[in-house]
């Protein structure tokens, strides 16, 4: 169908002024806010494969109406809400649909009897905890992008909060979604805790990172605010004495909601007059009922006095705290200076864990030409295992491509060592566009599933493709 059809034909579903095609909209919708694109737009970069338009989804029946009309006409659509995503999940393939249901942002119902809360897709996950948290709740969920996630992009990345220890992750606190099938059908998965019925369907929408059909609306649980807080810091001689104090820790049975190990470079940037020359920091907060923040903070301590550790008392996780999301207000800050600068969050068992540190940072200061910097730190652990987010910079000639190849060096570092230890390529920031390469390796004979699912669910690819799966 011709791009003035499709686009009459939105206009007449949901409002013209809900249906936008200006060239400068289309370029803005284009990308998401990796770090790749941040600095490359710095020198210069302008999408060629813009959107034929952005369409602003207001209810459930648009919603099934423009994904059928989209499947009818076999024309793919990526699904949007916050815009914070970090892989190139919303990189709009040529001539594509945007979906934006960032204005389907109403709270539905709080449930204080069952301890539930029902939103819209669109609903901004700082402005939930706001309203939440003048009835005396909280989500328990605070990824670094609370101020620019929404519940949809949530679920549909796996995503996770800095308490997660406590909480858990976005798949934890899931109770019921419903959402949009590419053919248009609208499913609703029942709000229950438990239930042994087969697969647990609710995991189709967790991570589909847009590629199996429109996340509507989701139910999550809710807590009560905690009425007790521990917070303690400590120095420690090495980041792998670190990761041995957290291993103890979480296999003990302990789960300090805030639980961070950063290394001896992030360490000194960010806590400096704490620490001595070549110490990594361990950050700790437990909360919960009156009693328990104590108790584990009384645990934690034994341990960790065990191997030697400096205690640094509260005032380094204030700090952390006060300052833990500023990143959101400065996200070009690297990119206005020149630099290729990025995050890559990875996972693995605590027999590799250290190995893949040790060896991405040889590897990225011997291989890397004007590497700037690369850190690590652990901020979200298991009784198995632990993740490390690295951070890298690196300068570059300003130009497109020199940052694409300084990128993708940076990036390949990290994945080759990742898959080397068998960890995972992604922790939690979602695999996108760019991550969608290694997916096979990550995967390994388990890749035809997420194929087979793919195909059963959206035969006519017309979700989000390029994203999640590789485009061969
Ligand atoms: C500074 C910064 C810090 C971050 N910190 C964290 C962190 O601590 N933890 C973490 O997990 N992530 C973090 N992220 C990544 C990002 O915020 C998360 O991936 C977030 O879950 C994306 O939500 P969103 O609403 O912005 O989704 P979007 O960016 O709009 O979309 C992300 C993906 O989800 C799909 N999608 C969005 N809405 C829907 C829908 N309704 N139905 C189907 N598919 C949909 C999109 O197609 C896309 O593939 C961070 C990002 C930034 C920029």
Redesign the pocket.
């Known amino acids: 169908m011709e791009n003035q059809k499709v686009i009459e034909t939105f206009e007449q579903m949901v409002g013209k002024e809900f249906v936008q095609t200006e060239e400068a909209i289309l370029q803005e919708y284009a990308t998401?806010?990796t770090g790749l694109r941040m600095v490359q737009k710095h020198f210069g970069w302008k999408s060629e494969n813009l959107a034929q338009c952005i369409v602003k989804i207001h209810t459930k029946e648009e919603a099934i109406e423009a994904i059928r009309f989209l499947n009818q006409e076999k024309i793919v659509n990526?699904?949007?809400?916050?815009?914070?995503?970090?892989c190139l999940?919303?990189e709009t393939p040529k001539g594509s649909v945007v979906l934006d249901?960032s204005e389907m942002n109403e709270i539905l119902e709080i449930n204080e009897e069952n301890l539930t809360v029902t939103t819209q897709?669109g609903v901004a996950l700082e402005r939930l905890e706001t309203v939440l948290n003048k009835k005396g709740y909280t989500t328990g969920h605070f990824?670094?992008?609370l101020p620019?996630?929404?519940m949809?992009?949530?679920v549909?990345?796996r995503?996770?909060?800095?308490f997660s220890t406590r909480y858990g992750g976005i798949e934890d606190l899931l109770v019921g979604i419903e959402?949009v099938l590419p053919d248009g059908e609208l499913v609703r998965i029942k709000n229950i805790p438990r239930k042994s019925t087969g697969p647990d369907l609710r995991h189709i929408w967790l991570g589909?990172?847009?590629t199996l059909g429109?996340?509507t609306e989701v139910t999550v649980k809710i807590f009560p605010m905690a009425e007790d807080r521990c917070m303690q810091a400590y120095a420690i001689a090495s980041f792998h004495t670190g990761l041995a104090i957290i291993k103890e820790i979480m296999q003990a049975g302990w789960k300090p909601a805030v639980t961070r190990l950063h290394d001896e470079t992030e360490a000194a940037e960010s806590y400096g007059p704490f620490m001595q020359a070549g110490e990594s920091i361990l950050l700790f907060l437990s909360e919960g009922p009156k009693g328990y923040a104590a108790l584990e903070g009384e645990a934690i301590q034994a341990v960790v006095e065990k191997h030697g550790a400096r205690a640094l008392g509260s005032k380094p996780l204030e700090l952390w705290l006060a300052h833990r999301n500023d990143?959101?207000e400065h996200?070009d800050m690297y990119a206005k200076q020149g630099a290729v600068a990025d995050t890559c969050e990875i996972s693995a068992m605590w027999s590799d864990i250290g190995k893949i540190y040790t060896e991405v940072l040889e590897r990225a200061k011997k291989e890397v030409p004007h590497l700037v910097a690369i850190t690590g730190h652990s901020s979200h652990s298991y009784e198995q295992g632990t993740n490390i987010y690295f951070m890298m910079g690196a300068m570059c000639a300003p130009q497109v491509e020199a940052a694409q190849k300084t990128y993708d060096q940076l990036f390949g570092i990290i994945m080759e060592t990742t898959l080397k230890y068998n960890g995972s390529i992604c922790h939690?920031?979602?695999v996108?566009r760019y991550r969608a390469k290694w997916m096979k390796q990550e995967l390994g004979s388990a890749y035809p599933m997420l194929e087979k699912i793919k195909t059963a669910f959206d035969p006519n690819g017309i979700m989000?493709r390029g994203?999640l799966l590789p485009v061969e």
Do not use: F, K, M, Y
């Open positions: 998401d806010i990526v699904p949007r809400t916050g815009g914070s995503g970090v999940g919303l249901l897709a990824p670094q992008s620019l996630a929404q949809g992009g949530l549909a990345t995503s996770i909060g800095q959402g589909s990172e847009g429109v996340i990143i959101c996200l939690h920031h979602g996108g989000n994203a």
